[in-house]
Nanobody, 125 residues
Framework: QVQLVESGGGVVQAGGSLRLSCIASGRTFSSYDVGWFRQAPGKEREFVAA????????DYSDFVKGRFTISRDNAKKTVNLQMNSLKPEDTAVYYC??????????????????WGQGTQVTVSS
């Protein structure tokens, strides 16, 4: 019902910045949660940040808090992830994901049902 497409990945040097975008299409709802996850080769997928579509409530992984900012544009059905002060350990495939919002669940926990194809972020040292 929901299709997600990520863009904005690339190669940057440590300390640089990238801005990722996630565009939603199909049957979307204002009550959705939208999150960013990342997975490096040989490592587990991990939560990065998420936002509620309607209220704009955000949550961040401790690994990126203070460096990354998630935001949304409801009219464009787009969620952005501004990544600053990038580190080599940020290198991963970044995925956008969505789910129906659950007011009793933290944004960084639980299951996300819809996923994009991912976009590669590479940070060189």
């Amino acid at each position: 019902q929901v299709q997600l497409v990520e863009s904005g990945g690339g190669v940057v040097q440590a300390g640089g910045s990238l801005r990722l975008s996630c565009i939603a299409s199909g049957r979307t709802f204002s009550s959705y949660d939208v999150g960013w996850f990342r997975q490096a080769p040989g490592k587990e997928r991990e939560f990065v940040a998420a936002i509620t579509w309607s209220g704009g409530v955000t949550d961040y992984s401790d690994f990126v808090k203070g460096r990354f900012t998630i935001s949304r544009d409801n009219a464009k059905k787009t969620v952005n992830l501004q990544m600053n002060s990038l580190k080599p350990e940020d290198t991963a495939v970044y995925y956008c994901a969505a789910r129906l919002g659950n007011p009793r669940a933290s944004l960084g926990a639980g299951t996300y049902d819809y996923w994009g194809q991912g976009t590669q972020v590479t940070v060189s040292s």
